[in-house]
């Protein structure tokens, strides 16, 4: 599907459909062509209602108001009626006002993400038969920003949607067919990317760093581990090293402390955290971000047999700290817990590590919301100012010291899970926080995607199953960055 941005009016461009927005509803709009038909079908014109007025090429669309994320919203809603149709180009308006040059990439976000279809296990599928968006730009002062520019705006919004379209492939791939080993094939195909560069460790590196949390995890499991570590090297003197640290679980199962069956059902999800900073590190690639990229990820099942390990075992990690088991299903912290010491060795600037880690973070924040926790506020105030542009919700989740000493282990240095049953998000970041130097605690954010990487109903532009969780907030995160570096 090609998108692309013209100076053209919108009468004078040739397609087979128009898609036309009712802003606010707003009948009387100059592109709204069929008022009289509208009213006659009781369209009332809420945000993410449409209709299709087949006879006439008409797709419209209910929109409450030109902010960047209803106009995903409402783009998402064209292309599910689109779908439904034969039409092989549309064209739309730009609706952007005068200062917000990235109601266009929104807008064309939306189209992207929207697109999207999970087909790989259906024996017939329909295709998107739509092949061209065309986008006006007739209404925007062309004194403020030039076609070149749109069309670079065009570029970034598309490179973004399909990083998330890109994790959403990984997520929704059965665990069968995605294995530790398959997702580090996958990273390695990011090399293709100019600037990137990957290595792939097995299970006798692990044992020869002594990572011996990430190893316990795996041990039931006839897929051997592998730690990917990819590199994204810009062109230009780097600004500033970021590291993401990515959680990989192609498959949990709980291990000993078994989930029940109902809880299985979508744990191929627990890769969400480790496909995330995959498309992340290459959407920075693609966008030629200034910035020195690395994305580890610990990739691993949690399986059960004979030699699992075991609620009371006593594990060391990579840096020497021993880990009391109390429940083998907290088990992407441990495997967290040796890629953020790992990743801590590269002298991080910005350090992020993202993860499907808790239901408590569900029970807190709802299935839409990443919980964000660290010490620094500014930067977490930082990404949830790019989380909002970008249009994924984040809250934040305070620590406390209290919480902190629900961790204690009369056995080892720290006990994999806390005593208590509340504050279970809070806690497990706090785990993780011990695995965290005292120089990089600043530095550091933890990012919990359990609720938002994987529902399975439709919500919003995503489709049921993964959402690409924390994607678009971190790429825009690094834009900001950029630009706030250009002033």
């Known amino acids: 599907m090609n ?20 802003i606010n509803k707003d009948f009387d ?11 006659n079908a009781n369209f009332k014109a809420e945000s993410e209602d449409g209709i299709l007025l087949a006879e006439n090429g008409y797709i419209y669309i209910g929109c409450a108001n030109l902010q960047s994320d209803e106009l995903r919203l409402a783009a ?40 999207y279809e999970f087909t790989k296990y259906k024996s017939k599928t329909e295709p998107l038969k739509l092949e061209e968006i ?12 030039s076609l070149e520019a749109l069309n670079s705006i065009n570029n970034s919004a598309q490179i973004i949607a399909n990083a998330v ?28 990317i100019e600037g990137v560069t990957c290595k792939v460790f097995d299970e006798k590196f692990l044992e020869e760093e002594k990572m011996g949390a990430f190893l316990a ?69 693609e966008l030629n971000l ?58 991080p600037d ?20 990443t919980g964000i926790m660290g010490h620094n506020d500014k930067l977490k105030h930082e990404l949830y100012r790019a989380a909002i542009q970008s249009g994924e919700l984040v809250n934040a989740l305070s620590f406390n010291r209290y919480l902190k000493k629900l961790l204690k282990s009369a056995v080892a240095d720290i006990s994999n899970v806390s005593s208590s049953r509340y504050g279970g998000a809070i806690t497990a970041a706090l785990f993780l926080d011990n695995f965290i130097e005292e120089e990089y605690k600043d530095k550091w954010l933890h990012l919990d995607i359990a609720g938002p990487a994987y529902i399975e109903k439709d919500w919003g532009y995503n489709q049921s199953g993964a959402s690409g969780a924390g994607v678009r907030m971190n790429l825009y995160w690094l834009m900001l960055q950029n630009q706030e570096k250009d002033k």
């Open 217 to 285: 995890v795996n041990r039931a499991s006839i897929h051997p581990p592998r730690l990917i570590h990819l590199t994204y090297m810009p062109k230009e003197k780097s600004k500033k090293r970021v590291v993401f640290v990515g959680k990989g679980l192609t498959y949990d199962s709980g291990g000993l402390s078994l989930k029940p069956s109902d809880y299985m059902i979508s744990m191929k999800a627990d890769k969400s955290g480790g496909a995330a900073v995959m498309a992340i590190l290459k959407g920075a690639a």
């Open 29 to 39: 709009h100059i592109w709204v062509k069929h008022k009289k038909v509208l009213e």
């Open 165 to 192: 379209n890109y994790t959403k492939e990984i997520v929704n791939t059965a665990p069968y067919d995605y294995t530790p080993v398959k997702m580090a094939e996958d990273a390695l195909k990011l090399t293709s």
């Open 3 to 22: 998108i692309k941005t013209t100076n053209e009016t919108l009468e004078n461009i040739d397609t087979q459909a128009v898609i036309t927005f009712i």
């Open 76 to 115: 998402a809603k064209a292309i599910k009626i689109l779908k439904q149709t034969s039409y092989k180009s549309v064209k739309i308006g730009s609706y952007i006002e005068k200062t917000a040059v990235e109601s266009i990439g929104a807008l064309i976000e939306g189209f992207v993400l929207g697109s």
């Open 350 to 369: 910005i350090l992020i590590d993202m993860a499907t880690l808790t239901g408590a973070c569900v029970v807190a924040l709802g299935e839409y919301t």
């Open 134 to 145: 065309i986008i006006s730009t007739e209404s925007y002062n062309q004194n403020t920003t």
């Open 290 to 347: 200034p910035f020195e990229i690395h994305a580890i990820i610990g990739a691993t099942e949690n399986m059960i047999g004979g030699n699992a390990y075991k609620p009371d075992d006593v594990l060391t990690a990579k840096n020497g700290k021993t880990i009391e088991v109390r429940n083998t299903d907290a088990e992407g912290r441990l495997v967290l817990a040796d890629c953020l010491v790992y990743a801590q060795e590269l002298k």
